[in-house]
């Protein structure tokens, strides 16, 4: 089943503790990229990775880093996590990353920065 | 970079009644649109997208929307509301040049029985 997984689902942890969030996807795409969905705001983009090294900052960058060391997978990492990171993130792949193709996300992992 | 208004973050409609969802975006140049919905503890799954094709876009599960460039509209409608219909629907846009949706806020929609 062709899909976009992400690990874990859900994650407390305390201010500081650096943490790295999964993102895998088995469609062989080239574009990856990861939003985080607040209330009322709906989903803004942090990173993006037009192909494997290829990475570059979407709107929200600050606190964040990622890598995309190999095509299927694009780790989100929170070096030291601040309460307003507490947020719900989703990773999402697509064919080519241009304008016009349709993005395919992951289930989401809730995160709570205590 | 475009902005997207979704009115109503909060829309309530009985069972079998017309479904209604309203989505604006700012620019004068048409985008690519999409609609995605989110069902409780789940990611956004496609509905569908407008890429210049047809004006009138069907989707999946009886929704469909339409383009409409005077108004730089693309709301959503279904005939008939379904309890399963239940969940929080985000319009967003894509642009030629940047590499990421812009979303709207979303708009949860509550089905009463």
């Known amino acids: 089943e062709a899909q976009v997984t992400q690990n874990p689902r859900y994650l407390i942890t305390v201010t500081g503790k650096k943490l790295t969030v999964t993102c895998s996807q088995n469609m062989n795409h080239e574009y990856m990229s990861w939003y985080r969905q607040d209330p009322g705001l709906g989903l803004r983009q942090i990173y993006y990775s037009m192909n494997v090294e290829v990475t570059d900052k979407g709107d929200v960058p600050e606190g964040y880093k990622v890598s995309r060391k190999e095509k299927r997978n694009f780790p989100l990492i929170l070096e030291s996590p601040s309460p307003n990171q507490t947020s719900l993130y989703f990773c999402?792949?697509?064919?080519?990353?241009?304008?016009?193709?349709?993005?395919?996300f992951g289930p989401g992992t809730r995160l709570t920065v205590l | 970079a475009q902005s997207v208004t979704q009115l109503g973050s909060h829309v309530s409609v009985s069972e079998g009644a017309l479904v209604l969802l309203r989505c604006n975006y700012s620019?004068?140049?048409?985008?690519?649109l999409f609609w995605y919905v989110q069902y409780p503890n789940q990611g956004l799954q496609l509905l569908l997208k407008y890429t210049s094709a047809a004006t009138l876009v069907k989707g999946i599960n009886g929704f469909e929307a339409e383009f409409k460039k005077s108004e730089t509209s693309f709301h959503l409608t279904k005939p008939s509301a379904h309890m399963s219909d239940a969940a929080e629907y985000f319009c967003a846009v894509s642009e030629t040049g940047r590499r990421a949706l812009t979303f709207g806020s979303g708009t949860r929609l509550q089905v009463q029985p």
């Open positions: 999402a792949s697509s064919s080519s990353g241009l304008a016009g193709d349709t993005q395919y």
């Open positions: 620019s004068s140049v048409p985008p690519y």
